[in-house]
């Protein structure tokens, strides 16, 4: 091996010293000069595909050609607003997993177990939007026609609008309930069935429940002995007609003698309204409710199939008019959630049904759809004008104050 000297090697060391200094100096910026910025990365694009539909349903839905396990690697999930274009017509809409996870009418893309489709709720979206014509031969059998090209040339584009932008509204209606009086405490909370005992309530004025003569829930018979234990007397139907109730009490499923003592009796009035608390349909229903507990005996009961929402609006008026707080009017309302579901005030679908469902509910009552301006309002006041634009009288207001209170 060749020996470097001592003297050598330590020249060799002073070279590459300085040779590293020169290095360092020369890739220094001056003082003078301006820092380059980092470079920012361009903002993540939103998740888009296109995929081809495969077939056209019996109802005019768009089976789309992507299975559900590939529409997950896109990232998009139920909760999500997104927006489809077919045939050149764009619509938003949210993604679901069950039709009902919109109203009847509504457009929804369906993520299910076995397909990927767009949909109307109760409705024919190829139709609707004019993408293909249906017609049925003699035996009954039906065909699609695609307007303007063949099924193989339709193309479907989904791109993600708004995330978690129908979350709240998705986890409410998710909501499942169990059938079996066994797995609630009592028959009271099965049937949602309670009386309201708010600020200014009298006792065992006011109640509400779910349906007797409502049988999809398999509370009606419940319901009924309920009715009977606390002795209801007059009752206030919000979501049967007349003949409907008949039609109840005709069938091998009525198991409801004490409604139908009452009903007999004229002590149960039916409206039968719909679930749009602004309409005139609406509105006048829950006057004539009103003037009917002013003819008529407490205690009073008001429900309608589930006695959640029709009554929880009816029931917010009158708990307002008598002077309850936020609290309170929220704590009765979101005990049929508690009843019905079993879900924990600390929840994430608990506080998204106070956001979906009560707010909005106390919104018709108060007239605004600001949460800071409801939990701040002057409940009773707003309670009162919204009667009066019901058309009820200030006395009327004030016998009604009276009736509720017990002194009547």
């Not at 600001?370 to 002057?378: G, T």
């Not at 919204?386 to 509720?404: F, H, I, P, Q």
Request: charged share 25%; with cysteine.
């Amino acid at each position: 091996m060749k020996k470097i000297s001592i003297s050598t090697a330590l020249l060799l060391s002073l070279c590459l010293l300085l040779s590293a200094c020169g290095k360092t100096a020369e890739a220094a910026p001056a003082a003078s000069e301006t820092p380059v910025a980092e470079e920012v990365p361009a903002e993540e694009a939103l998740p888009s595909f296109e995929c081809g539909v495969k077939e056209l349903s019996e109802y005019g839905n768009l089976v789309l050609s992507i299975s559900p396990e590939e529409f997950d690697e896109t990232g998009i999930v139920p909760g999500d607003v997104v927006s489809v274009t077919v045939a050149g017509v764009e619509n938003l809409m949210p993604v679901g997993t069950s039709y009902s996870d919109v109203d009847n009418g509504q457009n929804i893309l369906r993520r299910s177990k076995e397909e990927l489709n767009v949909a109307i709720n109760h409705g024919d979206y190829a139709s609707t939007y004019g993408i293909a014509v249906k017609s049925n031969d003699e035996n009954g059998n039906f065909s699609w026609a695609v307007n303007g090209g063949t099924m193989e040339e339709l193309k479907v584009t989904i791109t993600l609008a708004e995330k978690d932008g129908y979350r709240d509204e998705y986890l409410v209606r998710s909501l499942e309930r169990s059938m079996e009086r066994s797995d609630y405490e009592s028959d009271e909370a099965f049937a949602n069935f309670r009386v309201v005992q708010t600020t200014g309530m009298g006792e065992n004025i006011l109640y509400r429940s779910s349906s007797p003569v409502y049988v999809k829930y398999a509370r009606d018979s419940y319901a009924d002995d309920c009715f009977e234990r606390y002795g209801i007397r007059t009752v206030i139907n919000m979501a049967s007609s007349r003949d409907e109730v008949e039609e109840f009490f005709s069938s091998d499923e009525h198991d409801s003698p004490y409604y139908k003592s009452l009903f007999e009796s004229g002590a149960v009035k039916t409206y039968a309204l719909g679930v749009d608390y602004r309409s005139e349909e609406f509105r006048s229903g829950l006057a004539s409710i009103f003037r009917f507990m002013l003819e008529s005996e407490a205690p009073y009961m008001i429900h309608c199939n589930e006695g959640m929402n029709r009554t929880g609006v009816a029931c917010i008026a009158l708990e307002a008019l008598m002077g309850a707080g936020f609290r309170e009017i929220e704590d009765d309302y979101m005990l049929s959630y508690i009843n019905f579901f079993k879900l924990d005030p600390e929840s994430e679908t608990y506080k998204a049904a106070v956001k979906g469902n009560f707010l909005p509910s106390l919104a018709v009552v108060v007239g605004t759809d600001d949460p800071a301006a409801l939990e701040s309002a002057d409940l009773q006041a707003a309670a009162e004008s919204y009667l009066l634009s019901l058309g009820l009288t200030e006395n009327e207001c004030a016998r009604l104050k009276t009736v509720l209170s017990g002194e009547a």
